[in-house]
């Protein structure tokens, strides 16, 4: 039978149902029909989705229990005392997702993380490097960050406008440091193996000649001050930087910037005898004086690594005067600096945003979000230190607290570190957290959404690829079996650049990555997990509406079929609306809320997550497993209309899950089940559950608003929830029951997503 979208079906059975059904009909009234159908347009008509059915031919097995989970991070501390609540949760584990990964922010956001506020620091007077208790005197509800006081970034790809380098604050006092975890005392390395690095951005090309460099204790002997040559535009203008395009130039060194008997003196260092025309400076650190800085002389950690207190960069005039091009404030408006680490150090007084906060150890796994399931735990890596990672296992582990997995850091190549810098950070955590419990596994790096090789700067051997020297870094080692899991994250669509079009690149985005990172050197046989995924880093007006579903249901199909092992659904809680690109609003969850986070509507990608979760697949905690599929539902361009994801359920019944993703036309479409071992075909058969989320169930309103004649609404829409669109209708998905046979075909309605589930006729 032809199965019409329950919204549209006729309460009589259609003649042309009847005859495709081969039910009893004037015959001579059939063929005309079905010489009509011969006649419509070509997406009208029956199409066909190939299942393949070859066992051996299986493209994965995941248990949904155990991969299908969502994370938390950090978020307003109203939004952890409202959501963290019986009634909130119910409405949230509805949605069916089950494991939970703790998302730790103050890695992107340059901060030492205190995920427990009691603890002890290595200096008198509240400061050094901060170790939180394994004990605490009350439960912990919220944790916080603490910002770093010799910080050499201005901004990174984990953060907006938060804090500033100390490297062109204009205060000679405030210094930048670099990590002393990668120095030779801690990596057993040679300090030329891990170089650090400053960066300066002068924010346009600039002649420049003359550097002069305040350095603190401890300081460079050993560096070179370089300039970047990227490629130029038609007219004649560098485009792209060292940071985000490293393999789109080179650095040159000037001509007298290779220095190898530093004294630390701060007198202007003449670079070239002629001006050079560029926007970035590097000076790239090897050796160091090794002498202590401003804090405790008993502590090594105080006396390694490097230290500047500013830079300044221009040019001297014929009458020996340097002249100053950068500008100084302690402010975003400073030139801007990167720098390879931050040393960890900070004091009491140092402590952000009280406003968010993430969720405190006790909280997360005493309120229930975790169903009882162990989750994945983070520890922060980047700006921390090893022994507060081994405090936060020991802590977990004294509470009973059931752990999954740690990952280990967040988003380095974000925070523009070098993978073996990364390498030696990841294995002296490992060592630490092995100590307390060697059973448990370890992964990272946690990747930003990206869609392609993550490249560096080359190396010796002038390789560029971050993973590959990730990789290779461990097994020069002996240690790659500390990498137990592999872990990046998913945000597929550039931020304002979100258009229908985009939804049909989905399965070739995520498939491709996995590919990438394979021939980077994973092993086929170490579970690869998106620890946090959504379409985009900006939440606006898409998340909201119907495409914000159908991706994420396009998502989870191609990453499970192509091999993926774990997928944590971002954002699991509920928050308040946001505003997004073209000043429109949208929100990183599953609803919308008012002003004290009590929900309102479900969101077109909570419909998608039951039908995920609860149509398509069963949450009993058995293996399933996925099998290849084709669509001849496509356009001349490559779009294909119609993507499908096969699963052979634990209960014995297979479930198609189908996108539709024309946005105008509804597809007819037969599927057939082969085994190409046998060459036998076979069909879904008897009763068959039917679930449809589409236009018809559901319809995303946009806020209205004259910006002509009102000025748009603040930015956090904290006091503007009641005006941000709603959906109507909003639900729910039309569940039905229907019996098929050999010539059955299906309706998908236009931008659905549609299961079918059932038996197959035995062949």
Request: glycine letters at 6%.
């Amino acid at each position: 039978m032809r199965f019409i979208p329950h919204w549209s079906r006729p309460a009589k059975i259609s003649n042309l149902t009847v005859c495709t059904a081969r039910l009893p009909l004037n015959t001579a009234r059939c063929a005309v029909l079905l010489a009509a159908v011969a006649l419509l347009p070509l997406s009208l008509q029956s199409q066909t989705i190939r299942v393949d059915i070859t066992p051996t031919h299986a493209t994965n097995s995941f248990v949904p229990k155990e991969s299908l989970g969502a994370g938390i991070d950090r978020i307003p501390v109203a939004a952890i005392d409202h959501d963290l609540t019986p009634a909130t949760l119910d409405r949230v584990f509805a949605a069916g997702w089950q494991p939970v990964t703790y998302r730790q922010n103050t890695d992107l956001v340059v901060e030492a993380w205190h995920w427990n506020a009691d603890g002890k620091w290595s200096e008198p007077g509240s400061q050094g490097y901060f170790t939180s208790s394994t004990n605490s005197t009350q439960p912990i509800r919220y944790s916080y960050g603490f910002a770093l006081p010799h910080r050499g970034v201005t901004h990174n790809d984990g953060t907006g406008n938060v804090g500033y380098s100390r490297l062109t604050d204009g205060d000679e006092v405030s210094y930048w440091k670099s990590n002393p975890y990668l120095t030779s005392r801690f990596t057993g390395e040679d300090d030329a193996l891990h170089p650090q690095w400053v960066i300066l951005d002068l924010n346009d090309e600039q002649l420049v000649d003359t550097i002069k460099i305040a350095w603190a204790a401890p300081f460079a002997t050993t560096y070179l001050v370089q300039y970047w040559s990227g490629p130029v535009d038609p007219d004649g203008k560098i485009f792209g930087d060292p940071i985000h395009y490293p393999t789109k130039g080179a650095w040159s060194t000037f001509a007298h910037g290779a220095i190898s008997s530093g004294s630390g003196a701060s007198a202007p260092l003449r670079l070239s005898d002629f001006p050079v025309h560029t926007r970035y400076i590097r000076i790239w650190m090897t050796h160091s004086s090794n002498t202590c800085d401003t804090h405790d002389a008993s502590d090594p950690r105080n006396c390694v690594g490097y230290a500047i207190r500013e830079i300044y960069m221009g040019t001297t005039s014929s009458d020996g005067v340097f002249h100053d091009l950068l500008r100084h404030t302690p402010d975003q408006e400073q030139a801007p600096t990167y720098a390879s680490s931050t040393d960890p150090w900070h004091d009491a007084k140092s402590r952000v945003n009280d406003r968010e906060a993430q969720v405190g150890f006790d909280l997360f796994f005493q309120s229930g979000v975790t169903q009882k399931l162990p989750a994945v735990v983070p520890v922060a890596m980047l700006y921390d230190n090893p022994d507060n990672a081994a405090a936060e296992i020991r802590y977990l582990e004294d509470h009973k607290y059931p752990i999954s997995y740690v990952e280990m850091g967040e988003e380095a190549d974000g925070q523009y570190m070098l993978p073996e810098d990364y390498g030696a950070l990841y294995l002296q955590y490992a060592d630490a957290v092995h100590r307390v419990d060697p059973t448990l596994k370890l992964g990272g790096p946690s990747f930003q959404g990206v869609n392609q090789d993550i490249e560096t700067w080359p190396d010796s051997l002038g390789r560029t690829s971050w993973l590959t020297r990730f990789l290779d870094y461990l097994k020069s080692h002996g240690r790659m079996q500390d990498l137990q899991f592999f872990s990046f994250e998913h945000y597929p669509f550039e931020p304002c650049r979100t258009s229908w079009a985009t939804l049909y690149e989905e399965p070739e985005f995520v498939t491709h990555i996995m590919d990438v990172w394979h021939n980077d050197g994973v092993p086929k046989n170490i579970p690869m997990f998106i620890t946090e995924t959504n379409l985009s880093s900006a939440a606006s007006e898409p998340y909201m509406d119907t495409f914000g579903g159908l991706w994420l249901a396009d998502f989870i199909g191609s990453f499970l079929s192509a091999g993926g092992n774990a997928v944590y659904y971002f954002h699991y809680l509920p928050l308040q609306m946001e505003r997004g690109c073209n000043g429109s609003a949208g929100t990183f969850g599953m609803f919308t809320v008012d002003q004290d986070y009590k929900i309102k509507q479900p969101l077109s990608q909570f419909f998608a997550s039951e039908m995920i979760n609860h149509d398509w697949l069963n949450m009993t905690g058995a293996a399933h497993r996925t099998f290849p599929t084709t669509s001849d539902m496509h356009d001349d361009a490559g779009h294909t209309f119609v993507t499908a994801y096969a699963v052979k359920r634990p209960d014995g019944e297979w479930s198609i899950l189908l996108i539709n993703k024309s946005q105008q036309t509804s597809q007819t479409v037969h599927l057939v089940f082969e085994d190409q071992d046998t060459n036998a075909s076979t069909f879904l058969s008897g009763e068959i559950h039917e679930a449809i989320f589409g236009s018809q169930q559901y319809h995303w309103h946009p806020e209205q608003q004259d910006f002509n004649a009102h000025p748009p609404l603040s930015t956090d829409l904290s006091a503007n929830q009641n005006s941000q669109g709603h959906a109507d209708p909003d639900g729910p998905i039309l569940r039905s029951t229907l019996h098929a046979g050999k010539d059955t075909t299906f309706q998908i309605p236009a931008a659905s997503i549609v299961v079918l589930r059932g038996h197959i006729a035995v062949p």
